[in-house]
Structure formats: C-alpha cells, structure tokens
C-alpha cells in the first residue's frame, strides 16, 4: 500500500511539474528551498541529526543553483536577483558548515517574500493568459 501511495504522489508531482507555468515552477523551487531548511532545522534542534540536516541544506543549495541557471542574463533585473542568490547561497553553505541556525531568520525571510512575489506573478500571468485565450 505504501508503494502504491509513494507512486501517487510521485506521479501527481510529476503532472504538477509539467503543467506549471514558468512562474509556478520558480514558486515550487523556492517552496523546496524553504521546505528543505525547515527540515534542516528540525534536524539539528530537534533530532541532533547532523547528517539529515546536511543533506537537507545540500537540497536547499541546489534548489538555489537552480535558481540562479534560471536568470537571463539578458534582463537587468537577473544581475540584481544573482546577488541575492548569490547571498543565499554562501548563507546556507554557512549555515551547513557551522551548523549554526543564527542567518536562518533573514535568509527564510528573503526566501518567502521573494516566494510571495512570484506566486503574484504566477497569479496575474494565470489571469491575463485566461482573458486573452477567453476574449
């Protein structure tokens, strides 16, 4: 049953992934980052778990790398949001190595607002697409 549970949601993923819009996608990347720091915290405060909570930082800083592939270095805006990512990442290599939780806070700060953003996006894009295919 478990199997059959796991295949599920793999498989529900799966269709989430491949019929998001670009701006849903970088919403569900910055919804695993933050996801996996979480975890990572859990890990260390809760659990002691050194390793778990490596492991789940390492996510959080390919969810970022990913990010960062994600720029155009053609728009403007990609060189300001690279030193943000760029931020982000040497916080949660930081984070890892000490592990130490102190930039937490500022970094799932940044992390939500830029996540909040991009779901605004999503939300008007999905909206004027609609209105564009319906009128």
Same mark, same amino acid.
């Given at each position: ?19 998001? *819009? ?23 405060? +809760? ?38 990512? +760029?931020?982000?990442?040497? *916080? ?13 806070? +500022? ?8 996540? +909040? ?19």
């Amino acid at each position: 049953m478990d199997y059959r549970k796991a295949s599920l949601k793999q498989e529900y993923l799966k269709q989430s992934v491949m019929t998001a *819009s670009p701006a849903e996608l970088i919403v569900m990347l910055f919804e695993s980052c933050i996801k996996n720091l979480k975890l990572a915290e859990i890990s260390l405060v +809760d659990n002691k778990d050194y390793s778990g909570a490596h492991t789940h930082f390492i996510t959080a800083q390919e969810t970022i790398i990913e990010l960062i592939n994600c720029l155009d270095s053609g728009v403007e805006l990609s060189a300001k949001l690279l030193d943000i990512y +760029d931020f982000l990442l040497r *916080s949660i290599r930081d984070m890892n190595l000490k592990k130490d939780l102190t930039l937490l806070p +500022d970094v799932l700060e940044i992390l939500c607002s830029m996540r +909040d953003t991009w779901q605004k996006i999503s939300k008007s894009s999905y909206i004027l697409t609609r209105e564009v295919n319906v009128g």
